[in-house]
């Protein structure tokens, strides 16, 4: 197969093990919006775009979770909350354990192009150069971002102690 297949059944065999990720890193993404409205907004636009699919450039999960980061920062961008990130991620769940809540508000302090990152590569299970595509970048900006990413978290973990 050259491209995303034309066929609707087809197209929805292509992209259903991939709707679980798709769904994760929306939610991570933007936690503020209705994770499956951004799904079918995802799969919608994948439909619509099908023909710019190129094998050539990434694979299928590549491709749909780099539209899945578009689109989840676009809708972060309309839907901003009234109260920043932080604020959000004090309001964790207090069933959770303590060091799992510090792992959230420091996540949510990375700059979005850190997070992406880390939710890509760590959360979701991409590989470096699946995560460069996504963030539409070299693999070595990838590993740099990361790197930086986990310092910071390392930075911030360890101020919260």
Known sequence: ???APDDPDAFAKWVLPLTRPIAYLAARLAPQVERDDLVQEVLARAWAKRHQ???ARGTPSAWLLAIT???AGKARRRYRP???LAEAADAVDPSVAPHDIDLARALVRLT??????VDCHYFVGLSIAETA???GCAEGTVKSTLADARARLRTLLEASE
């Open 1 to 3: 197969m050259t491209g």
């Open 53 to 55: 699919y190129d094998p």
């Open 69 to 71: 980061a578009d689109l």
């Open 82 to 84: 009234s109260a920043p």
């Open 112 to 117: 979005d192009r850190q997070r992406l990152a």
């Open 133 to 135: 595509a996504v963030m």
